[in-house]
Every structure is written in structure tokens, then in C-alpha cells.
């Protein structure tokens, strides 16, 4: 119970730094409205704030508060940086929340367990390009200039004359921002999403990565006398370049371009990183000589490129100038040939009792090496199995008859000729353009896995697995594109994401495993298999709480029924950074997750916005780096099961049913699409130019098709969050009445002691408090019928104050929001704001639907949507 008090504790109030830092900034802010838009500047200082006026003369006001709210954001990233700072030093490193100091100290493990969990650890964090990030690169490296200002200020050791100096130069980074403009005018390419990924790494991970293996060493020192031989792993993965489900942008030419970029990224890291620790290792043989097998071994790597007869008896700067040449000129045939080389280096260092230059010029490349290899990141396919399914039934049409998808016929000839050793080859010019070019991938991905960095393809992601005919779909086309046929090199996950896939998850994978070729594949590997999880979609199909606990269920039936074959799951959990797409903190995320079910492997999606909130700036990456394994950790070392508790399964399968009951019924009113579509700008959403991806996966103008990304996003626009909450009030309300007081007494105790439900009931507390229904019913107002409108806007209305009493019913009768100050604090400084947004964009939305001009939307409009999602966070 102590801990789960922890995960939930009041955060600390408003920090006297942080106030200063807003007021300065206010004042710089106020600054440059005053030159460049003054009529803004005069609206600023009014109290309270005027109305935000219509039309075109919207537009400065609009991009002023964007760019307060920016601010405000990079002020509260830079606070909670210094604070853990502050913490580490007035208390140690153990009173850091999430860190690793905390986690060993907590777990008290012996040196050897330890040891062995460090080494079995590994967290993937996975960026993807998802179009929910509505800010240019340019705008993003203002604020990196920004906040990296900021952190100067942090020093006391100015002068007055040199801190007006740095605040001068805030003001022109606040400048710059208002003469760039943040609006894109035309939507990125996926050249520009590529680098925009790639960006983050040369800004901020691979300087963070060092350092948190650093803390882990530093960790283990103080709390267990020693360091260890190994680190936790840690393994990025992208799918920028690769995710081709529903964009046709993603070609395979695209795939090799990431590829390509990603390892050119990672060797000019290498590059500079060996130029500095040659400039700084100037040991001489003369005054120091090596040890003979030593010395051997360097000037081996010297040998290997003898063209530089620089630095004479400098055997160590010798070394790693050959090393450089060798890598950038394509010397090394495979990565762990690089590795190799700089293990000896760090060896011989330690030959001549200089560890502690070992340990500053040498260690910190091996580890990046070992992180990054020749790749930055791992980047994975991911396609629709509406694709591979048609691919498949277009190659079998050349050779006649095809059978239904579905059907038993289906799946024996897919399973006959996954055994067949003799598998029949058609020509690819015979086929479509798609199926070329789904076979001219899957030839890429095996040319990748036999390349010099195996690591740099991942899996075959497929999105929308129903059957285990969708997966054995990709072994077959996988053989079509000459993966041979004893065992095939390439691994497919399946992608879970509606409620009917999760709970048929474990007889699919089972299903699979009874093919001879499928399993001989999968154990190539090991005992591991990756199975995704989808939050999004989960949640989209029914309802934030049902998807909650469908997704819990699924991975403790997975996780059985995989055992049951002698196979461990390996989970990639699809969260994305609203609640209703399975947002949450981190570590609490990770504690909430089933006992058995993090078995030292963790993957996640970082997507969109959040890529930038967590990874745009070193401290920033290094912290958020550091939870993440310290929460895989404290997961992993607690692997006894939890006691089984009958009473809390029958209360969340019965809440969970109840939910979806009453988030579908909403969805299947009459009218529900005409009200979405109207008292929303979803629409007018696919013309603002944030992604290379279409809203919709093939064109289709219907609720099924739309992707979860633009429904979160148009239901945050207009300020209902039903993705957050809707259905959970009514569920409450029926369990309450049916059970009575001994049902209130297990929700009571539920609440005490799950940490799924306690998260999922905090989480959507956090929803309520921002949802506002005043603004929702503008929105309803531009619903043409008014008898949907009054039904439905209704329906959300009474919903809304059925979730308010359940939660509170939970939390004791506290306010919604009581609970979570910090978060209440930074949103209500917004809220007055946000509302005049909003009002506008339901101006704005009402304006542009009667404008003759058709099919155009007003830039005033977009700007809204920049500014809200600005103000609120997030977008999708």
C-alpha cells in the first residue's frame, strides 16, 4: 500500500524559480508583441483578457498566445530538470524519483542478481513519425536554443551585465519565433519526417545515452560497493521510414533512404567522438610503453589503413585515427568488428593503469556502439494486413483459382505451400504495382539482415492481425521474396489493436506455433515473441476503460499460453500521448502492467509530440531514459505472481463490459457520425499540415476507417475528451446498483490496491478536469439538426456527470482534479486563454462551412488548432 501511496502523492506546488523564470520570459514575450504587433501587446496587458477578434485580424493574437504557450511549456521542462537536480543534491541520488539509485535501493538485490538483471534488461523506445506533432523543425530548434538558455540562467555565477546579455538573447530566440511563423504551409515530406527523427539523436540522445549508463555505474557503486560488468541495454527502434500503413508516401526506396540516413547519422557520431579522444590521448610509447600483447593489438588496427604518419610513438592516436578511416571509408564489414577494436583500445588503456581516460574517451563510444550500432536506429516495417492479404491473393490468382480469405480452403493452400520446398516462383512484372513493391521490401529487409549491422531492420510490424492466416501471410510472401524455406530470417508481430483481436490474441499465437515453419522460425531467436499492442485502436473500438482492462487480460492470456509452448512474450505496447491513447507516466504505466508480463523487455512508442516533450533536450532525454529502465528494472526483479483476487477480475470484467455497453451505444445513436463530423473540426483537421500520413487508411468516410489519431485529436479540439472517460460513469452507476454495498466495497478495495484500476481512475480524472463542457455545447451548436444535437450533446452531458460521481465516489468526494495540483496549476494558467481559442474556432469552423469557396480552410482556422493543441499538450 506504501507504494502505491507513492505513485500517487501531491507533487510539490509552484516553485519561486519557476515563477521568476515566467515573469522574465513575460516580459521578454511582451517585449516583441510591442514591435511587431502593438494592437496584441495592448490586448496582452488587458485584465481581463479582451475576446480574441474574428476574421484575418485573428491571426497575430492566435500566433502570440501559440507562442506563449510554448514558452510556458519549456519553463516547466527546464524546472523539472533543476528540481531532480536539486533533489539528487540535498537528499542523494536514491530520493530521485525513478531513478536507478532509488530502484536498487528499494529492491536491495545482491550483486549477482543484479548483474543478471542489468544483463537480461532491454527497453526499446520507438519513435514514430504519427502526425500528431504540429511544430516545424525549425520551430523545435528555437526551442532547444531557448531551453539551453534557460539552463545557463541556472548558474549564479553572472554578472548583471552578463545575464542581461543571455535575456537579450531569449528575446531574439522569442523574436525569431514570431518572424518564423509556426503554420506549415505545405505538408512534410517523408524526407523531412526522416530527419525531423534523426534530429533528436545528434540534439540530445546520444549525448543523454552515456550518461544514463553512467548513473547506473554510479547507482551500483553507492548502493551495492562496486560497479558491474554490464549495463541495462537499450535498443531505439523507428519507424520513420518503414510505418507504410496507409501512407503511400513509404516506398521501399524511402525504407533504404532511412536506412541509409540512419547509418550516415551514427557514423558521423563515431567520427567526432574519435577525433576528440585523439586530440586528448597524446600517451607516448616513449615515456610509457605498452605491454607487448598490447601494443600488438594496436598497431594491428594501425596496420589495417597505414596511410597516417602523424604523431610517431602516439600509438593511441594512431589507433583511433585508423579506426576513424576505417569507418568512414567502409572498412569495417561488420559492426561488432568496430566493437572489437574499441574494446582493445579501452583495454590497453587499463594496460597502463589509465582507466580513468579509458573511462572518459573510450567507454562512452563503446557503449554508444553498442546502442546505436551502425544504424542510430532499428527501424521496423509496418503494414496492414489488408495489403499483405491482397498481395497474397494476387500472386495465387496468376497460378488460377483463389479461395476466400477466411475460408478452411485459405488456409490450407497457405499452409501447404509454406511446407512445400519447392514453392513455385512468378514472375514479379506480372504483378501490380503494390505487390511489387511489398515484395521488393521484404527483399530489403533480408539484404539488411545480412548486412553489416543485422540490428538495423526490425520486424514486420502487422497492423490489424485477426487470424493466424495474416501472419503466416508474411512467412509465405516472405518466401515469394527469397527467404528460403527451412527457417525464415525475419520476424513478424503481430499488431493487436481491436477489442475482438486482443481477446482472440492467445489461440492466434498458438495457431502459428502448430505450423512446422512458423515455429522453426520463431526459435531461431530464441524463446522470445514479440507480440504489439494497440492502444489506440483498443481504445477507439471500446471506450478508454473496456480497452484498459482488454489489454490487461490479453497479456496475461498471451503470456500463458505462449508458456504452455516453452515461449516468453516480449510486449511492444503502442501508447500514445493523449490518455485515451494509453498516455500515462511512465513509471506508474510500467508498475501497472500484469506480474509475469515484463520479463526484463519493455518496447514503447514514443509518438508525435511526445518524441519532442521527452527527447528534445539532453537532461530531458537522460531523466526520462533513466525511469524507463528503472521501471523495467523494479518490474523485473518482481516477478513472484500477485495473489489472485477472484472478486477484483469479476468487478473489472463486469465494469469493462458495462463501459464498452455504453461507449458503443453512444457511437450507434442515430446521427453520431453527422455530430462528430459537424461539432468537430475533423474534417478541416486533414488539411492542416502536420504529417505525411492521410487521416484516413484508404479513403474511406466512416468512423471504422478513421484512425485513432485524428478521433483523439477532434474530440480534444473541441473539448469533450469522451476518448478519456466516456462509458465509465455507467458502468459505475449499473455495478453500484446490482451490487450494492458489498460491490461498493470491492471497488473500495479495488481502488486501494490495483494499480491498473488506481491508474486508469487517475488518468481519467485527469480527462474530466479538462474537459469543459461549456465550450463542448459551443461545438454542439454547429450540429445542423438540432434534434441530434440535443440527443447526443446530452447524452455526453449526463455521462460526464455520472464519470465526475464515480471518480469522486472513489477518491473520497474530493474535487475532480484535487489530487493532481502541478497538473491543475499549468492547466488553469492556460484555461482563460484556451477558452477565447475556442470560441474563435467555433466562429471559425461556422464562418468557413458557409464560405462558397469549397474545400479551402481558413489559415486563421488552422492557426486555432496549432494554438490549442499547443495549450492543452498534446494532439493525438
Not at 95 to 117: C, H, M, N, R, Y
Not at 389 to 402: Q, R
Not at 404 to 432: C, F, I, M, T, V
Not at 483 to 511: C, H, K, Q, W
Request: proline share 5%; charged share 20%.
Amino acid at each position: 500500500m506504501q507504494s502505491l501511496a507513492r505513485d500517487t502523492q501531491a507533487t510539490p506546488g509552484p516553485s519561486v524559480y519557476a515563477d521568476g523564470l515566467r515573469d522574465e520570459l513575460w516580459t521578454l514575450w511582451h517585449n516583441i508583441l510591442l514591435k511587431r504587433a502593438p494592437h496584441v501587446a495592448s490586448w496582452a496587458e488587458a485584465a481581463p483578457l479582451a475576446p480574441v477578434p474574428t476574421g484575418p485580424a485573428a491571426t497575430p493574437y492566435l500566433q502570440a498566445l501559440s507562442i506563449w504557450f510554448q514558452i510556458l511549456r519549456i519553463i516547466d521542462e527546464n524546472a523539472e530538470v533543476r528540481n531532480r537536480r536539486l533533489t539528487e543534491t540535498n537528499n542523494g541520488p536514491e530520493a530521485v524519483e525513478g531513478g536507478f539509485a532509488q530502484a536498487l535501493s528499494d529492491l536491495a538485490p545482491s550483486i549477482g542478481q543484479t548483474e543478471k538483471l542489468a544483463s537480461e534488461l532491454l527497453a526499446g523506445p520507438t519513435l514514430t513519425a504519427h502526425p500528431t506533432e504540429a511544430k516545424r523543425v525549425t520551430v523545435l530548434e528555437i526551442h532547444r536554443r531557448i531551453y539551453r538558455t534557460l539552463v545557463s540562467l541556472e548558474t549564479q555565477r553572472w554578472t548583471p551585465t552578463e545575464r542581461a546579455e543571455l535575456l537579450s538573447g531569449l528575446e531574439g530566440e522569442i523574436d525569431l519565433l514570431w518572424l518564423t511563423g509556426e503554420l506549415r504551409l505545405s505538408r512534410p515530406s517523408l524526407h523531412d519526417e526522416i530527419e525531423w527523427g534523426l534530429q533528436f539523436f545528434r540534439d540530445a540522445i546520444f549525448d543523454a545515452v552515456p550518461q544514463v549508463m553512467g548513473r547506473f555505474d554510479q547507482a551500483c557503486l553507492q548502493v551495492l560497493g562496486q560497479t558491474l560488468p554490464v549495463t541495462p541495454n537499450i535498443r531505439f527502434h523507428s519507424w520513420i521510414g518503414g510505418d507504410r500503413d496507409g501512407n503511400p508516401n513509404v516506398t521501399t526506396e524511402m525504407t533504404a533512404l532511412a536506412l541509409q540516413r540512419g547509418r550516415e547519422t551514427a557514423l558521423d557520431l563515431y567520427a567526432r567522438t574519435l577525433d576528440q579522444a585523439a586530440g586528448r590521448l597524446s600517451i607516448s610509447a616513449l615515456i610509457l610503453p605498452l605491454p607487448t600483447p598490447h601494443a600488438a593489438r594496436l598497431q594491428a588496427i594501425i596496420d589495417y589503413v597505414p596511410d597516417d604518419t602523424r604523431n610517431p610513438n602516439e600509438p593511441f592516436r594512431q589507433a583511433l585515427s585508423a579506426v576513424r578511416r576505417r569507418l568512414t571509408e567502409d572498412g569495417y564489414d561488420h559492426i561488432s568488428q568496430f566493437e572489437s577494436d574499441l574494446d582493445a583500445l579501452d583495454a590497453a588503456l587499463c594496460a597502463v593503469d589509465a582507466d580513468i581516460l579509458a573511462q572518459r574517451h573510450i567507454r562512452p563510444l563503446r557503449r554508444a556502439a553498442s546502442v546505436f550500432g551502425f544504424r542510430t536506429a532499428t527501424l521496423d516495417i509496418r503494414q496492414n494486413s489488408t495489403v499483405t492479404t491482397n498481395v497474397l491473393a494476387e500472386i495465387w490468382a496468376l497460378s488460377g483459382s483463389v479461395p476466400d480469405y477466411g475460408s478452411p480452403q485459405w488456409s490450407a493452400r497457405l499452409r501447404a505451400e509454406l511446407a512445400n520446398q519447392n514453392l513455385k516462383y512468378h514472375p514479379r512484372d506480372d504483378l501490380s504495382d503494390q505487390a511489387q513493391e511489398l515484395l521488393a521490401l521484404l527483399s530489403l529487409v533480408y539484404a539488411a539482415r545480412t548486412g553489416p549491422d543485422p540490428k538495423a531492420m526490425g520486424p514486420f510490424i502487422l497492423s490489424m492481425t485477426r487470424s493466424a492466416d495474416d501472419i503466416l501471410g508474411v512467412y509465405l510472401l516472405a518466401r515469394y521474396a527469397g527467404f528460403g524455406s527451412e527457417t525464415l530470417d525475419i520476424s513478424v508481430v503481430p499488431l493487436f489493436e481491436t477489442i475482438a483481436d486482443l481477446r482472440n490474441a492467445p489461440a492466434i499465437l498458438l495457431d502459428v506455433l502448430n505450423v512446422p515453419l512458423a515455429r522453426r522460425s520463431l526459435k531461431t531467436g530464441g524463446t522470445m515473441i514479440e507480440v504489439m499492442l494497440g492502444y489506440s485502436d483498443s481504445g477507439k473500438d471500446g471506450g478508454y476503460f473496456c480497452s484498459t482492462w482488454e489489454l490487461e487480460r490479453a497479456q496475461r492470456r498471451i503470456v500463458s499460453a505462449l508458456a504452455s509452448q516453452g515461449f516468453r512474450a516480449a510486449f511492444f505496447h503502442g501508447r500514445g500521448g493523449s490518455v485515451s491513447r494509453g498516455g500515462a507516466p511512465t513509471g506508474r504505466a510500467i508498475a501497472a502492467q500484469p506480474s509475469g508480463t515484463i520479463a526484463g523487455r519493455l518496447r514503447v512508442t514514443e509518438q508525435g509530440e511526445v518524441v519532442s516533450a521527452k527527447y528534445a533536450n539532453r537532461g530531458t532525454a537522460a531523466a526520462h531514459l533513466e525511469l524507463l529502465l528503472s521501471s523495467t528494472l523494479r518490474h523485473s526483479a518482481n516477478r513472484a505472481e500477485t495473489p489472485a483476487r477472484p472478486e477484483f477480475d469479476d468487478a473489472l470484467d463486469a465494469l469493462s463490459e458495462l463501459s464498452q455497453t455504453a461507449y458503443v451505444s453512444l457511437l450507434q445513436m442515430p446521427g453520431f457520425l453527422d455530430y462528430f463530423q459537424q461539432a468537430s473540426p475533423v474534417e478541416e483537421l486533414a488539411r492542416l499540415k502536420i504529417g505525411s500520413r492521410p487521416t484516413r487508411r484508404f479513403g474511406a468516410a466512416s468512423l471504422d476507417d478513421l484512425r485513432a489519431i485524428p478521433w483523439v485529436f477532434a474530440w480534444s479540439q473541441n473539448r469533450h475528451l469522451i476518448t478519456g472517460w466516456y462509458g465509465f460513469g455507467a458502468a459505475m452507476v449499473s455495478f453500484r446498483k446490482f451490487r450494492g454495498a458489498r460491490g461498493d466495497e470491492v471497488l473500495q478495495d479495488l481502488f486501494r490496491h490495483s494499480r491498473l484500476f488506481r491508474l486508469a481512475v487517475d488518468e481519467m480524472e485527469k480527462s474530466l478536469y479538462q474537459t469543459d463542457l461549456a465550450l463542448a455545447e459551443q461545438y454542439a451548436g454547429l450540429v445542423q439538426d438540432s434534434d441530434i444535437r440535443a440527443r447526443i450533446f446530452g447524452a455526453i452531458t449526463a455521462e460526464h456527470a455520472n464519470a465526475c460521481t464515480a471518480v469522486q465516489f472513489l477518491i473520497g468526494g474530493q474535487a475532480i482534479g484535487h489530487r493532481f495540483p502541478r497538473l491543475c496549476e499549468r492547466f488553469d494558467r492556460k484555461r482563460a486563454e484556451l477558452a477565447r481559442i475556442h470560441t474563435l474556432q467555433v466562429d471559425l469552423l461556422r464562418q468557413s462551412r458557409t464560405d462558397p469557396q469549397v474545400g479551402t480552410v481558413p489559415v486563421p482556422l488552422l492557426q486555432s488548432m496549432n494554438a490549442i493543441s499547443a495549450g492543452l499538450g498534446w494532439t493525438g
